[in-house]
C-alpha cells in the first residue's frame, strides 16, 4: 500500500502550517509503518489565471491566489517532506508548472482528473520520466484507454485512480465497482482510489484495498483558529481512523488461524488394520477401517486415497509399504510404512528436464506450461509416461516432448489433432498403425487425427511437435486401464522454471 497525503491548498499559503501539516502526518506515517508521500499543487497563476480575471473574486481563483505559495516557499516545503522520510508529490495544473518537477528533484506525478483530458498537459507528462499517478474521474473507458497508450508508448511507470469528482463524495455515489473494472481493463498497471468523502463518514479506504486498489490518497490538513478543514478533508486523527479501518481488514484479509488444523485433525477417523499386516506387504485398501479416536503420528481417512485403487497419489497411504509386521486393529501409524511421495519424484522428474534441455540446447522460460504424463501412475513413470511443454496453443500449436532413458509412451490416437513430431535430440522409435520409425534429426513425421501411435526412446530423447489446436481429453488410449482415468489424474502439471 503507498499512501497520499493530499495537502492541496491546506497549507493556507503558510510554510509554518505546512511544516505542521508534515509534522502530523510524518509521525502517523511512522506509527502505521506505511509508505506515504505528501501532495502539493502547483499552477503559475500569471499564466494559469487569464490576465482579466486575476483579481477577480471567482471562487477558484480567489482561493488560489489567498493560498498561493512561491517557488521558495515550495522548495522549502519538498525540502523538509524529504527531511521526513516521505515522498514529494505534486499536481501540476499547467505545462509551465512542469520544470519546476526536475528544478525541485520531485519523486512523483499525480494528474488531476480535470485534467484527464488536457492533451497539451498530458503528451508533455508523458515525456517525463517519474512515476505518473492519474485519476480518472468523469473519464469514460473510451478515453482511459488512449490515455493508457499514451503513457504506455512511452513506456512510463504509470497508475490509474478511481476518483468522484464530488466534493465532498456522498457514500452512495462512491462507485467503487469501477476498480475492479478498472483493474480488468488494465491489469497490467497499479490502480488507485482517490477518496473525498467526508471524514465523518465511514471510511471506503478498506473497501477499496478489498477490491485491489494499492493506491490510497486522501485530502489532509491540520484546523487551527485561522484555518478551518473543508468537508472532504481529514485531519490527524481522521486519518488515523482510516489507517486503522484499512489494518483491521488486512488483518482480517490475510489472517490465518494456528489452531485450526489440530482442532479439526482431533475430530477425524483415524486408520486402523483389519487384518496383520506382515513386514514387507503392501498395504491395500481393503487392509484398513477407520474409526475414532485418532492418536499421534496415526494416518487419518483424509490421508487414504483409493478413487483407482493402484493410482499413486500425493504421500498416500494405499500402496505404501510396511516397514514391520502390524497386529490386526492396531492404530496404522505412518513411522511404520515408507508412504509415496509425490513431491520428490516430481523434483527428481524436473531436475531429469532440465538436465536433457540443457543436453538438446533447448530453451524454456517462466511462461511455458509443462505437465508430467503419468499413464499408469508416477511410481511407474519411469518406465511409461512423458513430459511435455507447451509453448502456443492457437489455431497452431507448439509442444517439447521429453523421454527419459528407457522411457515409452502407450498407443494412442487423437480425434481432431494433425501434428507432426520431428526429433531434436536423442533418439526415438515411433510405431504408427504396427510401422516402426526410427525418428531423425532434420526429418519431420506427419501424424494425421486417427492414426495409432506410440514411441520410446533408448537414451532419452526431445521432440518438436507442431500441430493443429490442442484439445484437452483429445487423446484416446488403447488401453482401457488408461481410458478409465481421468484427465486430471493422469496428468500433472509443473513449472520448469
Known sequence: MFYIFEMANNHNGSVKHAKKIIDEFAALANSFDIKAGIKLQLRQL???IHKDYLESDLKYVKRFRETELGKED???IFEYI???KLSTIATPFDNESLPLFKELDLSIIKIASCSIDDWALLKEVAQINKKIVISTAGAELTHLKKVYQLF?????NFSFMHCVGEYPTPNTHANLERITLLKETFPDIEIGFSTHESPHEPSLAPYAVALGASLIEKHVGIETDEV?????SCSPAD???VLQDVDRFQSVYTGRSDDEVAALTQLKRGVY???DIKKGQILKYEDIYFAMPLHDGQAHAGEVDDEWGWLQRRKNLIGATAKKTIKKDAPVLKKSFKLFDEDETVKKIRKQALKLLEMANVTTTEKDEAEISAHYGLDNYDKTGALIVSKVNLKFCKKLILMFKNQSHPEHYHMRKDEMFELIHGDCKLILNDEVIKLKVGYPVVINAGTRHSFSSK?????????????TDDSKYTDPDISKLRTQDRKIKIKLI
Open 74 to 76: 515550495f522548495k522549502k
Open 273 to 275: 488394520l483389519n487384518k
Open 82 to 84: 524529504r527531511k521526513k
Open 459 to 471: 537414451n532419452g530423447c526431445v521432440i518438436e511437435e507442431v500441430s493443429t489446436t490442442h484439445y
Open 239 to 241: 486519518m488515523k481512523r
Open 152 to 156: 504506455n508508448k512511452y513506456k512510463r
Open 46 to 48: 500569471q499564466s494559469f
Open 228 to 232: 478551518p478543514l473543508n468537508a472532504y
